[in-house]
């Protein structure tokens, strides 16, 4: 970013830190050695996505992580707080019962396949020695069914604790960074674009609360787990009286408890408007601690001796799994619902102005002649939601559908490796056997959707022939590079298909699951034992679903192990994550504490005081630079700005994903009229983009509002054939390289030189102090 040379850094630390070149580590000390040319400078955030080993854990929260970003997918309201305030908490409960999958997939696998089954069952015990002190063989007190699942219960207990330590960790780390402190002239009224409010990049109090429900609902799913086949053993006719009434007391403990954890997750939602600095300290820590005590009465009530009681069969899981999947189900209904309301009262929002023009938050061509007051833009439409408003709700489908991949996968191998070929146990539930066998249909469905788009590509590809050969009249065509170019630019657009693929993908699973949850509560068997009285075709689909199905979830969850063993040993690896993470994790936590950490609650700050602080200091003006997830923290942290230092940045964005994802995907946070609003503030907005770009497109600021943002698509390749200046042919770029185009240096050259008439001289020396470049990607 800096053109090579030696580079120091002048601010930050081994996360996230700001370069210069080691000749203008000085500038605004010595301005007479930089008069007349930039000070470039910038700011390194990979590590804040990539990292050190830990970050390979971050793969265990995948569905946490694609839950959260539902919430942020809402489409775009206006006057309906009631209804937006409804989304959140649906969010949030579904949040809410990932945590409670994931629990529970560790209490099926370490309480009821090895400690009830496997240890239960003498030649399972043989096979696997390390579960020879369970074993009933064995004689040892630890044999007892209720003393094995009270040493098993260590497993999720375990998983929760490492859950918990990870969140304070990065809540720590990340949502404790104080955003810039905002004054009177900054001030956001309620009808502030969202990013620009002062509480948008502090989500601590929240995420507290959350971090204490949620731990408190695994431990009481751990406990739950460990109590049920002591209470059923209980309950049965010439129990043991006094256990049954402890057992009884309880649940009802149990049940009590969770009703809290779930209002909690339900009560509050996040404080925008301002910064919230409270923490409900009582609350964060008394939940936990009573379901933690819960739990540790629960192992003593399981443990104490029962004679007559022996494990046999499998634990009653279906019931839970049901349970979790009829939630799951309802709930994403419900978000649909929510979502299709908002969706369908959206109208154009208004922009409210955000301070005085002595404050130069306005264009100079959009300044009124005379008066106190800025010129308001023309009102900007809604923004075009992909799936008609449904993002968000297909979205979370997705990630209920990723936590039950996940647990049919961890408990699949998991039996497979405790029993083998033998059929010493039963295995897991016959609910993760019936969910595991609708992935064959899906993927049958899913390679026809990829086959329908695939053709697409084709026919666009021969169209977009002719577009190329006349973007170079004169030259001697070279058929196979403008099939190439062609067909890079056709496969380009398909980013703009993902919408459909996720809706047909989270469509059939919700269809399927339901099926599925029919199936197994209906039957109470296996999809080729519910099938053996049926016609002979049917009876085949069903053996080979289940067979594909069960080998399916068991490799997926392989390769997955085996992707985070590689991610923790190798760094390239591990960035390789962080590219995938740099959209997930761009969000704040608002609806799971366990997702990864948002780096934008560290990045946005520390770029919104780098800037604020230099412009107050030096007097001076700002190009910041962005590519691809750089120009959308760019744009984040100038909505952050005070409007006084504002009106001193110009926005130099490339290869920017602003409206061709998050536009369509987040349009209540990145519609036409955020960024309308923010083009309006910034005064000057320049963006550069090529046809052939996957991710970054244009910004498409509707007419009236000023000069056009978007410079025409930039040529790419740079030149089509061989020339005396390009003798080797020039590679295609696509999203990478646009410092390597003239209009790069051009653009930029253009923001530093324009003056703008409502600035007062810089301090000290103009041209030295007047200008500063900063790269943010």
């Known amino acids: 970013m800096l053109g090579g040379g030696h580079t120091v850094r002048v601010g930050g630390d081994d996360t996230a830190a700001l370069y210069r070149r080691a000749a203008d580590a000085d500038a605004e000390r010595r301005p007479g050695r930089h008069r007349g040319r930039p000070v470039p400078e910038a700011y390194v955030w990979c590590n804040l996505t990539s990292g050190d080993g830990s970050r390979a854990l971050w793969l265990l929260l995948l569905p946490f992580m694609v839950v959260n970003l539902a919430h942020w997918m809402r489409p775009t309201a206006h006057g309906r707080p009631r209804t937006v305030r409804l989304y959140g908490v649906l969010v949030r409960l579904a949040g809410l019962t990932l945590t409670v999958l994931l629990v529970a997939a560790a209490c099926e696998v370490a309480l009821d396949l090895a400690a009830w089954q496997c240890a239960g069952t003498r030649a399972c015990a043989a096979r696997h020695t390390w579960l020879s002190f369970l074993s009933p063989a064995s004689g040892g007190w630890w044999s007892a069914p209720g003393r094995r699942l009270a040493v098993a219960a260590l497993a999720p207990t375990a998983l929760t604790g490492l859950l918990y330590y990870l969140s304070h960790r990065t809540w720590s780390a990340y949502e404790s960074q104080q955003p810039l402190a905002r004054d009177a002239e900054s001030e956001e009224g309620p009808g502030a674009e969202s990013l620009s409010r002062p509480g948008f990049w502090y989500g601590r109090r929240l995420v507290a609360r959350l971090r204490g429900a949620h731990t408190a609902a695994a431990l009481l799913t751990a406990a739950a787990a460990l109590a049920a086949p002591a209470a059923r053993f209980d309950r049965r006719p010439g129990g043991p009286a006094a256990l049954d009434v402890l057992g009884r007391l309880l649940h009802a403990g149990l049940i009590l408890t969770a009703a809290v954890a779930v209002v909690v997750v339900c009560r509050r939602g996040r404080s925008e408007h301002r910064l919230d600095r409270r923490l409900d300290r009582h609350l964060v820590r008394s939940l936990p601690l009573a379901a933690l005590l819960l739990l540790l009465l629960t192992v003593v009530y399981t443990c104490w001796s029962r004679p007559s009681w022996h494990s046999a069969g499998r634990l009653p899981g279906d019931v839970g799994f049901g349970a979790l999947a009829l939630a799951q189900g309802a709930l994403v209904v419900a978000l649909g619902l929510t979502a299709y309301l908002l969706h369908r009262t959206t109208r154009p929002a208004t922009h409210r102005t955000t301070g005085p023009a002595t404050h130069h938050t306005t264009r100079p061509e959009a300044r009124r002649p005379a008066g106190p007051e800025t010129a308001p833009p023309p009102p900007a439409p809604p923004a075009r939601a992909v799936l008609r408003g449904q993002g968000g709700p297909a979205v979370a489908m997705l990630a209920c559908a990723l936590g039950g991949v996940m647990t049919g996968g961890v408990a699949q191998r998991v039996a497979d490796w405790l029993d083998g070929t033998g059929a010493r146990i039963p295995g897991p539930p016959v609910l993760l056997t019936w969910q595991a066998s609708v992935i064959p249909p899906l993927l049958v469905l899913l390679l026809g959707l990829c086959a329908r788009l695939a053709g697409r590509v084709r026919r666009l590809a021969r169209a977009e022939r002719a577009a190329v050969r006349g973007e170079h009249p004169g030259e001697p065509e070279d058929r196979d590079r403008t099939r190439r170019i062609a067909r890079t630019r056709a496969l380009a657009t398909l980013t703009d298909d993902a919408h459909l693929v996720v809706g047909v993908i989270c469509a059939t699973t919700l269809l399927l699951g339901t099926a599925a949850l029919v199936g197994a509560l209906g039957t109470g068997r296996t999809p080729a034992r519910a099938a053996e009285s049926a016609p002979p075709g049917l009876q085949g689909a069903a053996e080979t679903a289940q067979a594909l199905g069960s080998w399916l979830v068991g490799l997926g969850f392989v390769l997955f192990v085996t992707w985070g063993r590689r991610a923790y040993k190798d760094t ?122 996957p991710i970054g497109g244009p910004v498409r600021l509707p007419d009236g509002h000023g000069p056009d943002v978007d410079r025409a698509p930039l040529k790419d390749p740079l030149v089509y054939g061989r020339t005396a200046r390009h003798p080797l042919p020039a590679s295609i770029l696509g999203h990478c390289d646009y410092q390597a185009d003239p209009a790069f240096a051009e653009e930029r050259r253009r923001l530093l030189a324009r003056p703008h008439p409502g600035l007062p001289a810089p301090r000290g020396d103009q041209e030295a102090q007047g200008s500063s470049g900063r790269s943010s990607a």
């Open 572 to 693: 390239s690896a591990r960035r390789t994550i962080g590219v995938l993470w740099d959209v997930g994790t761009f969000w704040p936590r608002a609806a799971h504490p366990f997702a990864p950490p948002c780096y934008a609650e560290r990045a946005v700050p520390d770029l919104t005081w780098r800037m604020a602080t230099w412009t107050r200091a030096t007097g001076g003006r700002l190009v910041l630079s962005g590519h691809s997830q750089g120009s959308v923290l760019a744009a984040a942290a100038a909505w952050q700005l005070p409007p006084s230092a504002r009106a001193r940045v110009a926005l130099l964005t490339y290869g920017s994903p602003l409206t061709r994802l998050y536009g369509r995907w987040f349009p209540a946070h990145f519609g036409p009229a955020a960024l309308a609003a923010l083009h309006h503030d910034m005064d000057r907005w320049r963006n550069l983009y090529r046809l052939t770009d």
